[in-house]
Nanobody
């Protein structure tokens, strides 16, 4: 079992920055694929960014060049640095980890990000 706890959300003005954290209860990032998703009211949950155990990253087109996903294996924590935030980035952000072979996954509880003036 893995527990994931997101933090770092909040209210920010357009153009501002936030850094989200996803802390895992044990050392998993060296094995699992880690992804950030978001869900805005009335919308489906969408993939924002992902990182493999080998460190390869991918991003949704809507956040490329603005968001950066990283992780610190020693701290069992992954980060999503979000710059140049736009109102359309407003959503609840969730972290997810998935075993690359067996396929099971775990979700955090989500953290709210609101971009508004």
């Amino acid at each position: 079992q893995v527990q994931l706890v997101e933090s770092g959300g909040g209210l920010v003005q357009p153009g501002g920055s936030l850094r989200l954290s996803c802390a895992a209860s044990r050392n998993i990032f060296s094995i699992y694929v880690m992804r950030w998703y978001r869900q805005a009211p009335g919308n489906q949950r969408e993939l924002v960014a992902g990182i493999t155990s080998g460190g390869s990253t991918n991003y949704a087109d809507s956040v490329k060049g603005r968001f950066t996903l990283s992780r610190d294996n020693a701290k069992n924590t992954a980060y999503l640095q979000m710059n140049s935030l736009k109102p359309e980035d407003t959503a609840v952000y969730y972290c997810n980890v998935q075993h690359p072979v067996l396929g099971y996954d775990y979700w955090g509880q989500g953290t709210q990000v609101t971009v508004s003036s």
